[in-house]
Structure formats: C-alpha cells, structure tokens
C-alpha cells in the first residue's frame, strides 16, 4: 500500500512539473521575461485577432465534417497558399467572399 500511496505522489509531482515547465513558453511569460524586445499590447491584440481568424478559417472549410464538400476542399486548399502570402484575417475575408460565391455558382446548377 505505501509503495502505491508513493507512486501516486511521484505521477502527481511528475504531472505538475510538466504542467508548470510547459507554462514557462506561454507568450506572456516570455515576455515578461523580455520586456525589452516584447509586443506592444496593440501588437499583441493583432496577432490574437489573427489567432482567431486562423480559427474561423478552420471552422469555414470544416462546415460539412459528415460528407464531402467541394467547396470545402476548394477552399482549404486555397487557404494554405494564400496563409503564406497574406495575414490570416486578410486570408478569411477572401474565403469567406469565396465561399459565398462558389455556393451562389453551384445552387445555379
């Protein structure tokens, strides 16, 4: 019992170590740790938005996950090379205004 009670304690330790190790590389600890060549909190706000237009990318060319969407496909594709010309925001406006289209042009069908 007492070798099992210490193998328990040694999992939880060896669990919160990794969780704070892990905490270390968050983006506001870092910073904080260099202040000097860290993002203003307007830069900072830019890139979270960014962060969730990568997030509204996923969700456009993931609408239909039970079946096959062309469209879909299309417009994933896409996305990973204009992602390597354009800033993720910029990226969505121009997939969103595509999809739109392309559902307009297949509904004519």
């Known amino acids: 019992m007492r070798s099992i009670l210490i193998f328990i304690l040694l999992v939880l330790s060896f669990h919160e170590n990794a969780n704070a190790n892990a905490n270390e590389f968050t983006y506001e600890k870092i910073s904080r740790n260099n202040p000097g060549v860290a993002l203003s909190a307007k830069q900072v706000e830019a890139f979270k ?61």
């Open 49 to 109: 938005m960014h962060g969730k237009c990568l997030v509204g990318l996923k969700e456009l060319n993931f609408k239909k996950k039970d079946k096959f969407d062309p469209v879909a496909e299309w417009t994933s594709y896409r996305t990973l090379s204009l992602l390597e010309q354009f800033p993720p925001c910029e990226v969505l406006i121009m997939m969103e205004v595509a999809r739109k289209e392309l559902l307009k042009k297949q509904e004519q069908r």
